[in-house]
Structures are given as C-alpha cells and as structure tokens.
C-alpha cells in the first residue's frame, strides 16, 4: 500500500462519517477552505474534513468561484503579482463567463448599492464616477453553500462530532468594507472568545483565513457559533443550536438548508456555466 492510501485508510478510520451529510462513510479528505483560496494554493494545516465523494465533489464549482472572487476582492496585503489575479480572471471568463463583474453599472444602480448597503460616499464623487462593481446573485450562491460546508467543518472540529443535520442553523455571507474585518462586527467578535487563524510550518499565510468561534448553548443542549474572514475581504458568520429557545429567532434546520442547496444545485450549474 502507498503512503497516500496508508494514511487515508488512517484518516478514515479516525473519521469514518461523511461531516457534511453526517451519514455516509467517509472517502476522501477534504481541505476547508479549498487549496485555490489561498495565495500559491499553500493551505492550512489541520484543515482536512471526511467527506464522503458526493459531498466532496458537488461543492467543486462553488468553492472556485469563491476563490476566484477571494482573490480578485483580497485585501489581505499580498502583492497583486502573489494573488494569482491573472490567473483567477482568466479562470473566471473561460469556465464562469455569466458571473464576469459588471463594471458598467449606472450611475441610478450605483447609488441603489449605496443607499442598500448603507455606505457613505465622497461628496466630491459622483455615483456615476464611484468605484461600484455589480457581482451576480449566483456567485452568492457559491459563497452561501462554501458557507454551509464550513459551518459543518468548523463544527466537526471544535464539537468533534458531525453537525446533526436536526440542528437549527443561521447562516450569512457579507463583504466587509473596514481595512481590519473584524472592526466590522466587532460586538458579535467580542463576544466569541476563542480566535485561530490558519497556519503552515515555514509559509507566513498572513491573515488569510481567521475566525473567532464558541460553544454555545446550556446544559446538555449543544451550539456552536463563528465568525470567519477571508482574505480581509469576506465575513462568513454561522451558528448551529440544537434548540431555539427565542422564538424570535428564524432559524431553519442543516437538513433543510442541505435540501434546498441539493435542490437548487442542477439549475445554478446549468445557469453558470452557459
Ligand atoms: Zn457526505
């Protein structure tokens, strides 16, 4: 048997359940967030999820266009010649051409993002000169499923258990606007109290993917909850209890969150790649 198959073999019998469907049996090791998110695919240690091949697989697409847009978007203060940007602009008009920036938007549409996203702007500029990009809803899909997975992988690591998919789940993806991230949202950090943020023996990684995290919850009743930034330029929140106490809160389970994703999966593929 070769090394790779020894420590697979390893892997899964230290692993032996899919964290993403929390059902089947695992078959490959997964790197959350994927290699291509990182400047020269250099990836975190202790990354590696157990995933079954259809979990793994389906993701594909998804996880390049949110590398694609991590490191067009990066403010993580890698040189642009390190970022792979050619690279990823290439990737991103040969394999996802509907999903192109749109960088003549109007100056109405500009200030339609201005005044949803709530950002203030320069007195001296006019919308129409402003530095506004229009992204495609479809490119939030991949951000929203890449977001599902790594809640499921975060939870597997701290709560060393796959997320039951009975479990009430929040999920949101939102591109930040302050040099440092966490600034953004800093009441939700502060009250996160255990931060890490990825590493690998003789690369400096930067401050490429970090997040503050928790377990959460009381008595026997489990949560867990985070706070991740990627390359400074995207935050990724996820929570999952195992019971919703306030009845304000509108939570959906993982379950449904998976079937709907699953659902959705054909017609978004069909949609990107035509
Ligand atoms: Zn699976």
Not at 2 to 25: M, N, V
Not at 83 to 105: G, H, S, V, W, Y
Not at 135 to 160: C, G, R, T
Not at 249 to 266: C, F, Y
Request: aromatic share 10%; proline share 7%; net charge neutral.
């Amino acid at each position: 048997m070769g090394q790779r198959k020894r420590r697979l073999q390893a892997f899964k019998a230290e692993h032996p359940i899919c964290c993403y469907c929390a059902k089947a049996p695992t078959e490959t090791i997964d790197h959350l967030p994927n290699r291509d998110c990182f400047v020269g695919r250099a990836f975190p240690e202790g990354f590696e999820f157990p995933a079954c091949s259809t979990c793994n697989s389906k993701s594909r697409q998804a996880e390049q266009i949110v590398a694609i847009y991590l490191a067009l978007l990066a403010r993580d203060g890698f040189p642009p010649e390190e970022r792979n940007l050619t690279e990823k602009a290439i990737a991103l008009k040969n394999n996802f051409p509907q999903l192109i920036p749109d960088l003549n938007l109007s100056a109405n549409q500009k200030r339609r993002a201005f005044e949803y996203h709530d950002i203030g702007y320069l007195e001296s500029q006019t919308f129409a000169e402003s530095p506004v990009i229009g992204i495609n809803p479809d490119v939030w899909f991949a951000f929203d499923f890449v977001n599902l997975k790594l809640l499921s992988a975060l939870y597997y690591l701290h709560m060393e258990a796959p997320l039951p998919h009975s479990h009430f789940v929040a999920l949101r993806c939102v591109p930040t606007t302050k040099k440092n991230s966490f600034d953004e949202i800093s009441p939700m950090v502060n009250a996160l109290p255990n931060f890490k943020r990825g590493q690998r023996r003789n690369t400096n990684l930067g401050t490429q993917f970090e997040y503050k995290w928790a377990r959460t919850g009381s008595n026997d009743k489990q949560g867990f909850a985070y706070v991740c930034v990627l390359r400074q330029c995207m935050l990724l929140y996820g929570a999952a209890i195992e019971e919703v106490t306030n009845p304000d809160m509108e939570m959906t389970s993982a379950g449904e969150i998976w079937a709907e994703i699953n659902q959705k999966l054909p017609v978004w593929l069909d949609a990107i790649s035509s």
